[in-house]
C-alpha cells in the first residue's frame, strides 16, 4: 500500500513556491520574490500582515509609504514574519512593499487600504464571505478525493474577488488536521487510513507545544498546502478575517465516553494559536469591543489584538461581529454556553446600539440548520433505533440515512447552549431599524432561511436572515455523506426558506448602502464545468431593507 510520506508533504508545500527561491515569481503580473503567502489585516488606523517565505531570512522589513517596520519571526526557521502597523490615517490607501536586510526589494509594491473611521459615513461597502476552505488534496489511495483541488478553490477565490470586496471574512475551518479523533475513531477503516496518513505525515506529539521543532514541522508540511499554498499572494490587497472553529484546534467537534475535543485541550490550543501566528492575521482592535475579552491579551501577541471575537467596522455604515464557537465552549448545563458570557454581553449590546447602519452576526457555528452534530445550538440528533443518550453519527455507512429528532438525548449536549441562542436571537429580533442577519459556515452547504420563532419565541415581527454562505473547499465531506442526513432546520425552528439548502461548493457577496443590505449567493460543485466558474452567477439575490 502507497505510503504519503514527509517528502511528499513538504514537497507539496513548497509546490507554493514554484520556484520562488530561483528570482521574482509573478503572479497576476507581480513579482512577489520567494513570497509564499501573504495575509493582511486592517482596521482604521493599523494594518496587521503575515507573510512566509520560501527561504529562511535573517530580518524582514515592511516598507508603508516608505515608513519601515521590522519583521516579527514567529516560527524556528526563519521563514514566517508577522508586522503590526499602527498610527495609520483612516480611509487611505497605502503603498506597501517587502525588503530584505541589505534594503532590496523582495517584492513589487502593493496597495492596501485603511477603513474609514467609525464615525465616518461611508456610502458602500462589499464583503466576501465563506467557510471551510481547508483540506488537503492527493489524499493517497482515494479514488474520489475528500476536497476540492486546491487549483479549483483557487478559482472560485479569483471569481469570488473579481467582485472586489473591501474585506473577506473566512469562517472557520482553515485546515484538517484531527489526530485524536481520527486515531481513536469507532470506525477500524477510519482508524487505519488515519495511522496511515500519520505515519507518513509524523504524529503530533501531543504532550509537547506547537514550536517543538518535531510539532512545527508536522503542522507546516500539513498547513502550508492547505493555507499557504492555497491564498499565496491572492489577499494582498484585501483586508482578511479569518474566525477559528472546531477542525482550527486540530479536532472535530466529537463527544462520546473517551473523548470530548472542545472546549480544546491543551495540546489543542497550543497548536491552534501557533497556525494562527504563522498563517493568519489576530483581528485589530475595534473602539467598540472590550479590549480584555476572553482570547485577547496574550502576552505573545502585539497589543490590542484578539484571537477570538472580532470586528469589521466600516465607519457608521457596517459592523460585523464576528465569534469563534469553539475555544470558549463551556459544559456547564443550563449555564452553559458556545461562546463566553463577556462575548455573549458584547454581542447583544452591540446589536441593541443601532447607531450603525448595517449590522452583521457572524458565528463560526451556524444558526437555523442541524445536522445532527454534537456541538450545535439544537438538540436534534440522528434517530439510530437504540436506548440511551445518541451520540453524534459520523462515518456512517454509504447510503446510511437517518432521521433527526429531539425525543432521544444527544451525548453530553447542554442545554445552555441552546438558552444562548435564544438570547441572541432575541437581541437580533428586538432591533427596531435594522433586521437581523446572520452570515455562518461549517455546515458544507449553502443557503438562505428567514427565523419566523424559535421555541415560544416569535420573531414574525422582525424575522432573521439566516445564510449558510457556502464551503470553499468541500469534495465528498457533505453532511448527507458524513453525517446520513442533509442539513435540516432544526425542530425547535419555524423558518421560511428562501433558497433551499444545497449541499454545493460557493460563497457570498454582501454589498451595503444606508438604506439596504444586498445578498448574493454563487454555487458550483465538482461534476460541473470548470470553466463556468470564471463567469459564475448569483444563484439567489435577496434585498434586505432597513426598517427605520
Known sequence: ?????????????????????????????WKRGDVVHLIPGANHERFAVKCSFASSRGSVKLKVDGRSVSGKPVDNDGKYFSFDVGGLKPDREYKLQLFDSKDKAITDSWPLSTFPAPDASPPSVRLLTYTCAGGTEDIPNRQVQSFLAIAQRQRLLRRALSFRPHAMIAI?????????????SKHEAVRERAAEFYNGLGRLNLAEPAQAPHNELAIKSSCEPQIARLYETMLRSTPSYFVNDDHDYFENDEAWDSLVTLPPHAYQLSFGRHVRNLFIPEFLPDVARPELMSGAGAGDREAGV?????????????????YDCARFLSLKGDAAGLIAPEAEKWLVDRTKDQSVRNLLHVPS????????????WYADVADTGADGPAVA????????????TTDREKFMWQKGWFG??????SALAD????????????????????IQKSNSLNFSRNPVHAILTGPLGTGTGWPSGGRGTPPLIATALGMDNLAEVQEKNGFTIVDMTPDETVVRMFQWKRGEPEEAIDSLEPYHTYTIRRRG
Do not use: C, N
Not at 172 to 184: A, I, K, M, N, S
Not at 365 to 376: I, M, S, Y
Open 1 to 29: 500500500m502507497a505510503k504519503w510520506t514527509r517528502r511528499q508533504f513538504i514537497q507539496s508545500a513548497s509546490i507554493a513556491a514554484g520556484g520562488l527561491a530561483s528570482g521574482a515569481y509573478a503572479q497576476d503580473g
Open 172 to 184: 472557520g475551518d482553515h485546515f484538517y488536521l484531527d489526530q485524536r479523533t481520527q486515531l481513536e
Open 306 to 322: 484578539s484571537e477570538s471575537y472580532g470586528t469589521f467596522r466600516y465607519g457608521d455604515l457596517a459592523e460585523a461581529l464576528i
Open 365 to 376: 457555528h451556524p444558526f437555523g440548520w442541524t445536522a445532527g452534530k454534537w456541538r450545535e
Open 393 to 404: 453519527a459520523t462515518q456512517i455507512r454509504t447510503g446510511e440515512r437517518f432521521r433527526l
Open 420 to 425: 444562548q441562542h435564544q438570547r441572541i436571537l
Open 431 to 450: 432591533q427596531e431599524k435594522r433586521s437581523g442577519v446572520i452570515l455562518s459556515g461549517d455546515l458544507h452547504a449553502t443557503g438562505h432561511g428567514l
